[in-house]
């Protein structure tokens, strides 16, 4: 399996000594910011984990072992919490068991690999037991898809009354994320009373494990099929329904928006929507183009490259109707931001992007989440805005210009 992976990317075999030594420097997020997410979806009860494993971590092979072990560490303790019959302990436990678990088949990129197959395992065992516990309806959703199958997670709001019908949110995670990245208590679209449901696209998480591959487009199609889904469900609000999607999620997403009217907002942050994604596949830690090439399904980095250059938005975005926000970090390392200012021009749709100034791929400003919850909350209760652009110095001014 190794050689399989040291195969593929010429600099994956030549940069691997320099990557241990920047993973020795810069800990665990020395490519995104991975520990902010997982202290936002699991809480401040994880930090003492993140240490942990931060200081074990010296080189990446480190990184699916530490992961892994931490995870059955929480397994553990979820298993005696739950005999003990301490459900609200027990869920936390197998909630951050299956965020590590995840983290640790993030580094293990071979669709065969036994071990990744073993931890995608224990991590479903995980979340369903955080369902069963959850005090919530979350519900298991498979979505007939080329043959195949797209997986969700159905999240609707607490305490619900009989025949009520919700507005709804359609999830598309980024390139290294997965259906089960929502938080772990108070989802900021549940308790706004907006259903939530998370997929895994094509090339990710559950479905690239039951076969389905992402090609240039095939995330339009998913997201229609999504669409076609949520518009039956006796829950959901057909004349409400929006999308979100984050890091590669909003080049997918914006293939979604525009290819699917139904929507009735759209909202992006932490893009990457260069034309051709050169920046992350070529600038960036190689680990970005590897995981790609295996969602894909490409064994030949030539052929790859190829196909990259059909990652574009270009006449894709003016199709759009639905009204559109982007929240950027000026100095998004995978991303440029002048490509961010090429696509806003191409939208015709109401629209506004929200630059921060200093801010990277990951921005750190908790403000510019909620920004998101907001906006999106707005758009389906049907309140007006005005198209601007928003720039957001690091002192917290806001400078608005119109379009």
Same mark, same amino acid.
């Given at each position: 399996?190794?050689?399989?992976?040291?195969?593929?990317?010429?600099?994956?075999?030549?940069?691997?000594?320099?990557?241990?030594?920047?993973?020795?420097?810069?800990?665990?997020? *020395?490519?995104q910011g991975r520990t902010g997410k997982?202290?936002?979806?699991?809480?401040?009860?994880?930090?003492?984990?993140?240490?942990?494993?931060? @200081?074990?971590?010296?080189?990446f092979t480190d990184i699916p072992r530490?992961?892994?072990?931490?995870?059955?560490?929480?397994?553990?303790?979820?298993?005696?919490? %739950?005999?003990?019959?301490?459900?609200?302990?027990?869920?936390?436990?197998?909630?951050?068991?299956?965020?590590?678990?995840?983290?640790?088949? *993030?580094?293990?990129?071979?669709?065969? $690999?036994?071990?990744?197959?073993? *931890?995608?395992?224990? !991590?479903?065992?995980?979340?369903?037991?955080?369902?069963?516990?959850a005090g919530r309806p979350i519900e298991?959703?498979?979505?007939?898809?080329?043959?195949?199958?797209?997986?969700?997670?159905?999240?609707?709001?607490?305490?619900?009354?009989?025949?009520?019908?919700?507005?709804?949110?359609?999830?598309?995670?980024?390139?290294?994320?997965?259906?089960?990245? $929502?938080?772990?208590?108070?989802?900021?679209?549940?308790?706004?009373?907006?259903?939530?449901?998370?997929?895994?696209?094509?090339?990710?998480?559950?479905?690239?494990?039951?076969?389905?591959?992402?090609?240039?487009?095939?995330?339009?199609?998913?997201?229609?099929?999504?669409?076609?889904?949520?518009?039956?469900?006796?829950?959901?609000?057909?004349?409400?329904?929006?999308?979100?999607?984050?890091?590669?999620?909003?080049?997918?997403?914006?293939?979604?928006?525009?290819?699917?009217?139904?929507? &009735?907002?759209?909202?992006?942050?932490?893009?990457?929507?260069?034309?051709?994604?050169?920046?992350?596949?070529?600038?960036?830690?190689?680990?970005? &183009?590897?995981?790609?090439?295996?969602?894909?399904?490409?064994?030949? %980095?030539?052929?790859?490259?190829?196909?990259? !250059?059909?990652?574009?938005? &270009?006449?894709?975005?003016?199709?759009?109707?639905?009204?559109?926000?982007?929240?950027?970090?000026?100095?998004?390392?995978?991303?440029?931001?002048?490509?961010?200012?090429?696509?806003?021009?191409?939208?015709?749709?109401?629209?506004?992007?929200?630059?921060?100034?200093?801010? &990277?791929?990951?921005?750190?400003?908790?403000?510019?989440?909620?920004?998101?919850?907001?906006?999106?909350?707005? @758009?389906?209760?049907?309140?007006?805005?005005?198209?601007?652009?928003?720039?957001?110095?690091?002192?917290?001014?806001?400078?608005?210009?119109?379009?």
């Amino acid at each position: 399996m190794r050689v399989e992976t040291d195969r593929k990317i010429k600099r994956w075999r030549e940069q691997r000594w320099l990557l241990d030594q920047v993973i020795q420097a810069r800990g665990l997020d *020395w490519d995104q910011g991975r520990t902010g997410k997982i202290l936002r979806n699991c809480g401040p009860g994880v930090e003492a984990d993140l240490r942990e494993i931060s @200081r074990r971590v010296q080189k990446f092979t480190d990184i699916p072992r530490e992961f892994s072990r931490a995870a059955e560490r929480r397994e553990e303790l979820a298993r005696e919490a %739950e005999k003990a019959g301490h459900e609200v302990e027990a869920r936390e436990h197998y909630y951050i068991a299956a965020t590590f678990y995840t983290n640790a088949m *993030w580094a293990v990129y071979e669709d065969g $690999n036994a071990k990744r197959i073993a *931890w995608g395992g224990k !991590k479903r065992a995980c979340y369903d037991k955080f369902i069963q516990f959850a005090g919530r309806p979350i519900e298991r959703v498979e979505l007939p898809f080329e043959g195949k199958s797209i997986a969700g997670l159905l999240h609707l709001p607490p305490h619900m009354k009989a025949g009520e019908k919700v507005p709804c949110l359609l999830y598309i995670p980024g390139m290294d994320g997965v259906k089960e990245d $929502n938080p772990l208590y108070a989802d900021p679209f549940l308790e706004r009373g907006i259903a939530l449901f998370a997929i895994d696209g094509p090339g990710q998480g559950e479905t690239r494990a039951g076969g389905v591959k992402c090609t240039a487009s095939n995330c339009a199609d998913a997201g229609k099929t999504a669409c076609d889904y949520l518009a039956k469900r006796p829950e959901i609000d057909a004349n409400r329904m929006a999308l979100m999607g984050s890091s590669m999620g909003s080049y997918w997403g914006t293939r979604v928006a525009a290819a699917e009217q139904r929507f &009735k907002a759209c909202a992006l942050s932490g893009v990457c929507v260069e034309p051709g994604q050169y920046a992350i596949f070529n600038m960036a830690s190689p680990t970005f &183009k590897l995981n790609y090439m295996y969602m894909s399904g490409y064994d030949d %980095e030539a052929a790859f490259d190829e196909f990259a !250059k059909t990652l574009t938005l &270009k006449g894709v975005a003016s199709k759009i109707t639905c009204p559109y926000l982007i929240v950027a970090g000026e100095d998004d390392e995978l991303c440029p931001i002048e490509f961010v200012y090429e696509l806003m021009d191409e939208i015709r749709a109401p629209k506004v992007l929200v630059v921060y100034e200093g801010e &990277k791929h990951s921005i750190r400003n908790p403000r510019s989440r909620t920004l998101i919850v907001d906006w999106l909350t707005d @758009r389906l209760q049907g309140k007006p805005f005005k198209s601007e652009k928003i720039y957001v110095e690091m002192s917290g001014k806001e400078v608005h210009t119109p379009w």
